[in-house]
């Protein structure tokens, strides 16, 4: 969380300074709005960001924000700032959300606890008088307002807090029970179709557990998972690992989103979040190499006027092999090729490891502004949006991390607008997210890849869809899924779609086309049979065998820590792979997947020519040259004059070389480790 102690210093200070505000202050009163309205959890205990805007409060004066028990009428019923609660310390405590402008209007983002708050530790510690709950069943406000020490609370707004419903409200019911895991991208939006799918006539018990990549996920299914969720298909060393099985696989597309890049940044004067930042593919290319640390350049200034930004960047970025990684770097890449090439200049010669896209994100220690990793999604955003340990001063340090827009608006992270180098300007939306799908490439199983080529107004460059992989023709396999698992499947297949056709997604998702809707039915329909697929185009561009990377290797079970910072207790660093603790959930794959090692390539053959054939003559005529130069040079003593220098030799002690620096986290071992 934004921990600042100069913030809570100046509301403080504020509130001193100033006489007492109330609504009947302003001239029509004030007001406030809350969004997302619904849907609101903490399925990670750090809080869950909301953005409130307010109108017609006290002018040029600061913003305070508290989480209060519904009709609460003394601050004994509202969050404080020296205590705990399941998101943390000062969590949501008493909240500098920002300062109103000339006409006491402005607005910001602040976390929201579900469950136990003021506590004397986080989640833990009831204090009598103090402690109260808050979530589905206990019904709690935002109380926005510019005199947070106000004893009755008649002054500010009042806003209600829309929690989501428990999603083990129906857990165990009398349907079959789906235990499935997926990464990043299908979390979020997995939590609601949960809670839809356990209600008639479905009645399902549905889990899923994050992973770290889609790789984990296909593991688990090999193993007997009835589904999971990738962003990317099988490679073929998985499909070999399916038929052996006895398995079959289908993809249907379930969920849309985008690769984006979410920043926390506040203006050092005001303190007021900003939510608007330019960039284009160069700087990207730079900062996520390593070669930028200060925002205030003037290629920055230039594209963001009028805006005061703080000091020094700090860049983070996933520690493990994962897909979102590979079509990050391959975007930079392809896009800003110079720019990205240009950070292998601070490593050894020869050696540059930004010389294409990479599933592991490559940092050179002796760069200007080194990336920070971090392991998993979950922890990318969280330091991002917090700081983590090392930048949580919100006056130097401006934070910036890719990561699924699902977890960007988890957090409350405002992303990145793109200039390209065309001028056009695109920002992450869902309808430039849903426009950019319709550029993708799709291949004979109807998975589609990145068309990172596009440099377009209204198209996101790196949209993302989440497949479901379920049985196909399952009727024809050798270790088909029972009838009733098989139909619960197809049934969730055609739930999820349908929500989404009737607008029910959570906050960072963007609609399915039409198209994809229709491609999901279609394999929800296939589960026990299925036509052969289509024969291979060959030579296409992202077809079999295309420049798609498949399955990107590695990945580890997620998990629900987060790095330790400073200014009180934050979730703990989870360093087993234990599953997240999103209840309920699936035992986790066997182990952590160790990355495979690139596969060098075959040595050069010489080709057969009249030069080869003349080799062993010349090699024998080389080999003459020195024997006869040996006995010119030692007088005939070869073997004395060989003997006496190495007995001199070993009168000398060997050299000292020196070791080669190694590429490794800035974190440096042991740090930055917490799951996703």
Not at 2 to 25: D, H, K
Not at 97 to 107: E, L, Q, V
Not at 148 to 168: H, K, M
Not at 420 to 449: C, E, L, Q, W
Request: glycine share 12%.
């Amino acid at each position: 969380m934004l921990r600042s102690i100069l913030a809570l210093g100046i509301v403080a200070a504020a509130a001193v300074a100033m006489p007492a505000w109330s609504a009947g202050a302003a001239t029509h009163g004030p007001s406030a709005t809350i969004s997302p309205k619904e849907g609101i959890s903490d399925p990670f205990s750090d809080g869950s960001y909301v953005t409130v805007t307010w109108k017609g409060f006290a002018p040029n004066a600061p913003v305070a924000v508290r989480e209060c028990q519904h009709g609460a009428t003394s601050l004994a019923q509202c969050s404080k700032s020296t205590l705990y609660s399941t998101c943390g310390f000062s969590c949501p405590g008493d909240w500098l959300i920002g300062t109103s402008d000339k006409d006491g209007n402005g607005f910001g983002s602040v976390p929201v606890a579900t469950g136990s708050i003021n506590t004397s530790a986080q989640g833990d510690g009831d204090i009598p008088g103090s402690t109260f709950a808050c979530g589905p069943a206990d019904p709690c406000d935002l109380w926005v307002t510019n005199d947070d020490l106000d004893a009755t609370l008649t002054s500010g707004v009042f806003l209600p807090i829309g929690f989501q419903p428990a999603i083990n409200a129906c857990s165990g019911g009398s349907g079959p029970s789906l235990r499935g895991s997926g990464p990043a991208s299908g979390n979020q939006q997995f939590r609601n179709f949960a809670i839809d799918s356990c209600q008639p006539p479905e009645n399902l018990d549905l889990n899923y557990t994050m992973q770290n990549s889609s790789a984990s996920a296909i593991a688990d299914y090999e193993a007997g998972a009835p589904f999971a969720v990738t962003t990317v298909r099988m490679d073929p060393v998985q499909q070999q690992a399916l038929e052996t099985a006895g398995l079959t696989a289908g993809y249907a597309p379930i969920l849309a989103s985008g690769e984006v890049f979410g920043f926390r940044l506040f203006d050092p004067v005001t303190h007021n979040q900003i939510t608007h930042l330019t960039l284009t593919p160069d700087l990207l290319a730079r900062i996520f190499t390593g070669q930028l640390k200060y925002w205030n350049i003037p290629a920055i200034k230039a594209l963001n006027p009028g805006v005061r930004l703080p000091g020094t960047i700090a860049a983070i970025g996933r520690g493990e092999a994962t897909e979102e990684t590979y079509q990050v770097t391959k975007w930079l890449f392809d896009s800003a090729r110079s720019a990205y090439e240009d950070g292998g200049r601070y490593g050894p010669k020869k050696a540059n490891p930004y010389t294409g896209p990479a599933s592991i994100l490559p940092v050179l220690a002796d760069a200007p502004n080194p990336v920070a990793l971090v392991t998993g999604e979950r922890a990318v955003a969280w330091t991002v949006r917090t700081g983590g340990s090392d930048y949580t001063s919100l006056s130097s340090y401006g934070t910036i991390g890719y990561m699924d827009s699902s977890f960007a608006a988890q957090y409350g992270l405002p992303t990145v607008t793109i200039k390209f180098p065309n001028g056009k300007r695109v920002a992450a939306t869902s309808g430039t997210i849903s426009r950019a799908i319709g550029t993708m490439h799709a291949d004979r199983y109807g998975v589609r890849h990145m068309n990172d080529k596009v440099e377009k107004a209204g198209v996101w460059p790196m949209p993302v869809v989440s497949y479901m992989v379920i049985p196909r023709g399952a009727k024809k396999s050798k270790n088909p899924p029972d009838q009733a698992t098989g139909d619960a499947v197809a049934a969730l297949v055609k739930l999820a779609v349908s929500k989404q056709s009737q607008g029910e997604l959570v906050h960072g998702y963007a609609p399915l086309p039409p198209d994809l809707v229709k491609e999901a039915n279609t394999a929800a329909g296939q589960i026990w049979t299925a036509p052969p697929l289509p024969p291979p185009t060959g030579g296409g561009h992202h077809q079999d065998g295309g420049s798609d990377p498949g399955h990107v290797p590695g990945g580890q079970t997620g998990g629900s820590g987060a790095p330790t910072g400073s200014g009180g207790t934050v979730p703990p660093v989870i360093t087993s792979s234990t599953p997240p603790s999103v209840a309920p959930s699936i035992a986790p794959s066997a182990g952590p997947v160790v990355p495979a090692l690139p596969a060098l390539p075959a040595p050069s053959m010489l080709v057969a020519s009249s030069w080869s054939k003349a080799l062993p003559s010349i090699a024998v005529a080389g080999l003459g040259c020195l024997v006869l130069g040996a006995f010119l040079l030692f007088g005939g003593d070869v073997r004395g004059t060989i003997k006496r220098s190495s007995a001199k030799v070993k009168q000398v002690s060997p050299l000292k070389r020196k070791r080669k620096q190694q590429l490794h986290s800035v974190d440096g071992p042991g740090r930055g480790q917490e799951a996703a």
